[in-house]
């Protein structure tokens, strides 16, 4: 499922819990929607979810509340997946979802 480039959240909902994935540039200073609709910036972005180094993933829900991660790609990128994988599942479950 994919979001406009620049939002971080879809524009309408849906009931099914779904992956989405979005990738952001901490480095880049491109505007970018928030979760609530207000501008912000990447730097920004990554200072809320104490992102230093990438590639981090940070599992989040519909309202950008971490639920899961971080996993620092950088440290374990032999089990990099494994590891996304596992925080994935966690979230879902968090959600009341299937993992």
């Known amino acids: ?4 480039p620049g939002r971080l959240r879809r524009r309408k ?3 099914r819990i779904a992956s989405i994935f979005r990738q ?4 880049q200073p491109l ?3 928030d979760f609530d609709g207000s501008a912000t910036s990447r730097r920004a972005l ?14 989040v829900d519909g309202a950008g ?9 950088l440290l374990t990128t032999d089990f990099y997946a494994a590891y996304l994988e596992s925080a994935i599942d966690a979230a879902r479950k968090k959600l009341g979802g299937s993992g």
């Open 46 to 59: 990554a200072t809320r979810y104490r992102v230093a180094l990438t590639p981090t993933a940070v599992v």
């Open 31 to 33: 505007p970018l929607v």
């Open 65 to 73: 509340r971490t639920i899961g991660g971080p996993v620092d790609g």
């Open 24 to 27: 952001v540039e901490i480095d």
């Open 1 to 4: 499922m994919q979001a406009e």
């Open 13 to 15: 909902p849906t009931r």
